[in-house]
T-cell receptor, first 113, second 114 residues
Framework: DAKTTQPTSMDCAEGRAANLPCNHS???????VYWYRQIHSQGPQYIIH???NNETNEMASLIITEDRKSSTLILPHATLRDTAVYYC??????????????FGKGITLSVRP | NAGVTQTPKFRILKIGQSMTLQCTQD?????MYWYRQDPGMGLKLIYY???????DKGEVPNGYNVSRSTTEDFPLRLELAAPSQTSVYFC???FGTGRSYEQYFGPGTRLTVT
């Protein structure tokens, strides 16, 4: 699986958009970009995933660059409850051994009042 | 649905003791996983299973064993506990094919080996 690079930490003001970057310059054409988050001491929570196109759901938007070498997770209106570690993960497929997730250290997002 | 449940929540073991961490899911997921998370680090995969009776090693399987006799349960066995196994253990499950591929995680078991 391609490796990902994320900043160690960032913060944003409550109510503002949080833009979390991820670099995956060695991504292959069949690899998906996934985002999970982990609120303190809890199990990770799925946020969103995409292959080529931008994706949006009730939690966030995922913007993938045209060359797919980087992506940005956008939390449109961050709240204090969004303070968490966010993991950007790239994986080949979705079944069998390819279904495994490889977690890095992630980026710690702190939302300030 | 209760989702993914894990027991116990906390456990302290002495070096050399053994224990089983329990994991149960009620979502009829085919795939189940065990991860460990050391302080300040991301999760590392210990073992995974793509269905009842089928298990395979992940990134850090040494010192652990698993079994999958039913779709719902995926226990993790620690034999001869060592201080290096002090960690938080998370179980996860997913459909694996079709539908949604997201993994659902349990609340974790905090294990200390002294």
């Amino acid at each position: 699986d391609a490796k990902t690079t994320q900043p160690t930490s960032m913060d944003c003001a409550e109510g503002r958009a949080a833009n979390l970057p991820c670099n995956h310059s060695t991504i292959s054409g069949n690899e998906y970009v996934y985002w999970y988050r982990q609120i303190h001491s809890q199990g990770p929570q799925y946020i969103i995933h995409g292959l080529k196109n931008n994706e949006t759901n009730e939690m966030a938007s995922l913007i993938i660059t045209e060359d797919r070498k980087s992506s940005t997770l956008i939390l449109p209106h961050a709240t204090l409850r969004d303070t968490a570690v966010y993991y950007c993960i790239v994986r080949v497929g979705l079944t069998g051994a390819n279904s495994k997730l490889t977690f890095g250290k992630g980026i710690t997002l702190s939302v300030r009042p | 649905n209760a989702g993914v449940t894990q027991t116990p929540k906390f456990r302290i073991l002495k070096i050399g003791q053994s224990m089983t961490l329990q994991c149960t899911q009620d979502m009829n997921h085919n795939y189940m996983y065990w991860y460990r998370q050391d302080p300040g680090m991301g999760l590392k995969l210990i073992y995974y299973s793509v269905g009842a009776g089928i298990t395979d090693k992940g990134e850090v399987p040494n010192g652990y064993n698993v079994s999958r006799s039913t779709t719902e349960d995926f226990p993790l066995r620690l034999e001869l506990a060592a201080p290096s196994q002090t960690s938080v253990y998370f179980c996860a499950s997913s459909f694996g094919t079709g539908r949604s591929y997201e993994q659902y995680f349990g609340p974790g078991t905090r294990l200390t080996v002294t």
